[in-house]
């Protein structure tokens, strides 16, 4: 949240590959780090990774997005784009780098710190692409100006555009509850210490991931479907599958048998932790074609970052004090937040509906303007 917001807000004025780059460097020097068992080293390690991560988040979808308009592609190939990313990135190369980690650590023998040693050779040759390949791009073509400027320009913009500062309270509250899911799964499919295959979990996890990102595609494809229109089915369904562990604590009898097999009301449970996980899928393509669509290219990494402050913040806030309230209390903590991200989505879509046809009447007004120019010159 401290460091992270700032670096990766440098990436709209230093440009986009250099961010890209930095990124690589960064998260090469933090897998080092896992080699030391000193505190400091690793704290050290932490800070590198939050800067990577926001970059991350940011640069690439930055640089991506500023690309395909600079080189005149269509808008519908930008949707499909994403979605392919988060189908194989976020899915297929996701569920083969955790084969790939377990094969280092079990079979071959070379101890928990050989993924992250392998993670810095990926991304060697993934900064030899960028450095070879890719071209440079801005945001801000000012010289003036400075990180403070860009920050008040990302907090106006935000404060005068409802539908930047709707998107930015959407993507927080989804992801909040994205990632306070990460925790909370293991605990509540075993809350007796039953034996649970966890990698065998995940990896269905990431394919209903992969089946909402395919669907995603399916969707955006459809010219006469707006991504605002469906988002918020998707974020509804995703407060009733969160809100599955709070039904089935008053519903089904709780096991005290401590160990065994996972129980009824856990088989329950994986399935609406499967349906979230598809919307997971759904979101990500999704999130990014509505972000390419309202956030301004000039400070495009700058208010990206800016919707990862509250998100960071809500996340510390969770995991401080997930001990001091029970599972299920967190689980309608995280149901309420989608109900009120699918609130806000169908309040985004109102203001998107209306304000359709006015870019039509704008343009002719601005044509207008142009030809009465010369005349008033």
Same mark, same amino acid.
């Given at each position: 949240?401290?460091?992270?917001?700032?670096?990766?807000?440098?990436?709209?004025?230093?440009?986009?590959?250099?961010?890209?780059?930095?990124?690589?460097?960064t998260?090469?020097?933090?897998?080092?780090?896992k080699?030391? #068992?000193?505190?400091?080293v690793l704290?050290?390690?932490r800070?590198?990774?939050?800067?990577?991560?926001?970059?991350?988040?940011?640069?690439?979808?930055?640089?991506?997005?500023?690309?395909?308009?600079?080189?005149?592609?269509?808008?519908?190939?930008?949707?499909?784009?994403?979605?392919k990313?988060?189908?194989?990135?976020?899915g297929l190369?996701?569920?083969?780098?955790?084969?790939?980690?377990?094969?280092?650590v079990?079979?071959?023998?070379?101890g928990?710190?050989?993924p992250?040693?392998?993670?810095?050779?990926?991304?060697?040759?993934?900064?030899a692409?960028?450095?070879?390949?890719?071209s440079e791009?801005?945001?801000?073509?000012?010289?003036?100006?400075?990180?403070?400027?860009?920050?008040?320009g990302? *907090?106006?913009?935000?404060?005068?555009?409802?539908?930047i500062?709707?998107?930015g309270?959407?993507q927080?509250?989804?992801?909040?509850?994205?990632?306070?899911?990460?925790?909370l799964?293991? #605990?509540?499919?075993s809350?007796?210490d039953?034996?649970? #295959?966890?990698?065998?979990?995940?990896?269905i =996890?990431?394919?209903a991931?992969?089946?909402?990102?395919?669907i995603?595609?399916?969707?955006?494809?459809?010219?006469?479907?707006?991504?605002?229109?469906?988002?918020?089915?998707?974020?509804?369904?995703?407060?009733?599958?969160? =809100?599955?562990?709070?039904?089935?604590?008053?519903?089904?009898?709780?096991s005290?048998?401590?160990?065994g097999?996972?129980?009824f009301?856990?088989?329950?449970?994986?399935?609406?932790?499967?349906?979230?996980?598809a919307?997971?899928?759904?979101?990500w393509p999704?999130?990014?074609?509505?972000?390419?669509?309202?956030? #301004?290219?000039?400070?495009?990494?700058?208010?990206?970052?800016?919707?990862?402050?509250?998100?960071?913040? =809500?996340?510390?806030?969770?995991?401080?004090n997930?001990?001091? =309230?029970?599972?299920?209390?967190?689980?309608?903590?995280?149901?309420?937040?989608?109900?009120?991200?699918?609130?806000?989505?169908r309040?985004?879509?109102?203001? *998107?509906?209306?304000?359709?046809s006015?870019?039509q009447?704008?343009?002719?007004?601005?044509e207008?303007?142009?030809?009465?120019?010369?005349?008033?010159?």
């Amino acid at each position: 949240m401290l460091f992270g917001t700032i670096v990766g807000s440098l990436a709209d004025k230093q440009g986009r590959k250099r961010a890209c780059v930095t990124y690589c460097i960064t998260y090469i020097l933090s897998c080092v780090t896992k080699h030391s #068992p000193h505190y400091k080293v690793l704290m050290l390690g932490r800070v590198l990774g939050g800067i990577a991560t926001s970059l991350l988040f940011s640069a690439f979808e930055s640089w991506l997005v500023a690309e395909h308009n600079k080189r005149g592609f269509e808008q519908q190939w930008l949707s499909l784009t994403f979605s392919k990313a988060i189908f194989l990135g976020n899915g297929l190369v996701a569920i083969l780098a955790g084969l790939f980690g377990n094969l280092l650590v079990d079979t071959f023998s070379l101890g928990p710190v050989a993924p992250f040693d392998a993670a810095a050779c990926f991304l060697a040759i993934g900064m030899a692409v960028i450095l070879s390949l890719w071209s440079e791009n801005y945001g801000d073509p000012s010289e003036n100006t400075d990180l403070l400027t860009q920050f008040k320009g990302a *907090a106006i913009a935000i404060a005068s555009d409802e539908k930047i500062a709707l998107l930015g309270a959407i993507q927080s509250l989804f992801e909040g509850s994205m990632y306070t899911f990460v925790f909370l799964w293991t #605990p509540a499919l075993s809350p007796n210490d039953e034996e649970i #295959p966890h990698g065998f979990i995940f990896a269905i =996890f990431m394919l209903a991931s992969m089946l909402g990102s395919s669907i995603a595609s399916r969707l955006m494809a459809r010219s006469s479907l707006k991504v605002e229109s469906y988002m918020q089915i998707v974020f509804a369904i995703s407060a009733a599958a969160l =809100f599955i562990p709070v039904g089935t604590n008053f519903l089904v009898p709780p096991s005290n048998v401590k160990g065994g097999s996972i129980s009824f009301s856990g088989c329950i449970q994986l399935i609406g932790f499967c349906a979230f996980e598809a919307c997971v899928g759904i979101f990500w393509p999704s999130i990014m074609k509505m972000r390419s669509q309202y956030i #301004p290219e000039e400070a495009r990494s700058t208010i990206m970052n800016f919707f990862r402050i509250p998100l960071n913040i =809500f996340v510390c806030v969770v995991l401080y004090n997930v001990n001091a =309230f029970p599972i299920i209390v967190m689980f309608g903590m995280c149901s309420i937040f989608l109900f009120v991200a699918s609130i806000l989505q169908r309040r985004l879509m109102k203001i *998107a509906d209306t304000q359709t046809s006015k870019p039509q009447d704008w343009m002719g007004n601005k044509e207008r303007q142009l030809e009465a120019e010369p005349l008033n010159a």
